[in-house]
């Protein structure tokens, strides 16, 4: 009898993500948020929140996996450019309450959250565009245009590298994941909405 073919992480990532997924969605109204000036604002101070901790909390873990080129990644440097237009000052030390990330596969994992925000960010930024609304300072949502898709299938290549046929380190991408989108839930809802 030969055993059953290992999941891959990106398959139990999505299984095991997809309500958190459409929760976030439903909760979030973002075409709502992002169609005002004072939506806009609030918003991009969220997504800092979110990406500037993040990303340095990751950076330890992920910045030498080959292939992955982590620093390209990186979206804080949009998001302070786009604080910048609203006058506000970012803080030096980014210092939001990340949850701790023990592995460089949970690191992955978390990261899937991120980048996957990129695929549903450049469907929301052109509805926004088609939409007659003012998209200048929203550029973090789609922060790689037309290699978006080129973007995401390497990062599913180095993710299915580093996670393949170890069923510790997908149960560990998992885990990232599910604390990616906690913590996406936590910096970009309501505060009532965040429990
Ligand atoms: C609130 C508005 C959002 C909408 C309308 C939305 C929509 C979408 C859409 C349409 C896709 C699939 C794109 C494709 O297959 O080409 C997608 C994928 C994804 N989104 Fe969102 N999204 C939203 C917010 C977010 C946020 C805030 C995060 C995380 C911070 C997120 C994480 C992901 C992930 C991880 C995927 C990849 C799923 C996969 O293929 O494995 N999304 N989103």
Redesign the pocket.
């Known amino acids: 009898m030969t055993s059953p073919t290992p999941a891959r992480a ?1 398959e139990r ?2 299984a095991a ?1 997809r309500h958190d ?1 459409r929760r ?2 439903d909760d ?4 709502r948020r992002l169609a005002t000036p004072n939506g806009q604002r609030s918003m991009i101070g969220r997504y800092y929140d ?1 990406h500037a901790p993040a990303e340095c909390a990751l950076a330890p873990l992920v910045a030498d996996i080959p292939g992955l080129d982590f620093r390209l990644r990186r979206r804080a440097g949009l998001l302070e450019a786009a604080l910048g237009q609203l006058g506000v000052r970012s803080p030096a030390e980014p210092s939001g309450p990340v949850p701790a990330i023990g592995s460089t596969a949970e690191a992955l994992g978390f990261l ?6 990129s ?6 930024l052109k509805t926004l565009a088609k939409g007659g609304h003012e998209t200048g300072m929203l550029g973090f949502l789609d922060p790689y245009g037309p290699a978006t898709g080129e973007m ?1 299938r390497r990062f599913l290549a180095v993710l299915d590298r580093e996670t393949s046929g170890d069923d510790g380190r997908v149960e560990a991408a998992v885990a990232g ?1 599910l604390k ?2 906690a913590y ?1 839930r936590y910096c ?1 809802c309501d505060e009532a909405l965040a429990a």
Do not use: D, N
């Not at 979030?28 to 075409?31: H, I, K, S, T």
């Not at 899937?112 to 925000?117: A, I, K, N, R």
């Not at 695929?119 to 929301?124: A, E, M, N, S, T």
């Open positions: 990106i990532l999505r993500t997924h976030l969605e979030l109204q973002v075409m979110l899937y959250v991120l980048e996957g925000s695929l549903g960010g450049r469907v929301i995401w994941g990616g989108f996406a970009l």
